[in-house]
Nanobody
Framework: QVQLVESGGGLVQAGGSLELSCAAS????????MAWYRQAPGKQLELVAT???????HYADSVKGRFTISRDNAKNTVWLKMNSLKPEDTAVYYC???????????????WGQGTQVTVSS
C-alpha cells in the first residue's frame, strides 16, 4: 500500500529555519498535487502550501515570502523549507497528496502522520 512518511520537524527559535520532507512510497506510478497543511492547538486545519505535478506552487498569505514548497517527481517527495519562523507557525504539519496512480489503481487523499514544529519566542 501507499505510505507518506514525513520528517524534519523540531524545535527552533523565532527567526530560524526548518525543512520538512514527505516521501510517498509503494508501487506508485504518478503523484498528483502535493500539499502541506498545519494544525495549531485549538485551531482548524490550515492549508500552508501546494504544488502541482508541474511544479506550480501556491502559498497561504501567512507564509508567502517565508516558506518554499518544492518536489521531486522521480523521488515522489515534497519539501517545505521554512525560513523566518514565527511562534505562530507552531503546529503539527501534515503532508497530503490528492491523487496517486498506483499498481492497485487510483488512490485519493493520502495524509502523512504529521510532524511537530515548535517555534519559541
Amino acid at each position: 500500500q501507499v505510505q507518506l512518511v514525513e520528517s524534519g520537524g523540531g524545535l527552533v527559535q523565532a527567526g530560524g529555519s526548518l525543512e520538512l520532507s514527505c516521501a510517498a512510497s509503494g508501487r506508485i506510478f504518478t503523484v498528483g498535487a502535493m500539499a502541506w497543511y498545519r494544525q495549531a492547538p485549538g485551531k482548524q486545519l490550515e492549508l500552508v502550501a501546494t504544488i502541482t505535478s508541474g511544479h506550480s506552487p501556491h502559498y497561504a498569505d501567512s507564509v508567502k515570502g517565508r516558506f518554499t514548497i518544492s518536489r521531486d517527481n522521480a523521488k515522489n517527495t515534497v519539501w517545505l523549507k521554512m525560513n523566518s519562523l514565527k511562534p505562530e507557525d507552531t503546529a503539527v504539519y501534515y503532508c497530503n497528496v490528492d491523487q496517486l496512480t498506483t499498481a492497485w489503481g487510483p488512490q485519493y487523499d493520502y495524509w502523512g502522520q504529521g510532524t511537530q514544529v515548535t517555534v519559541s519566542s
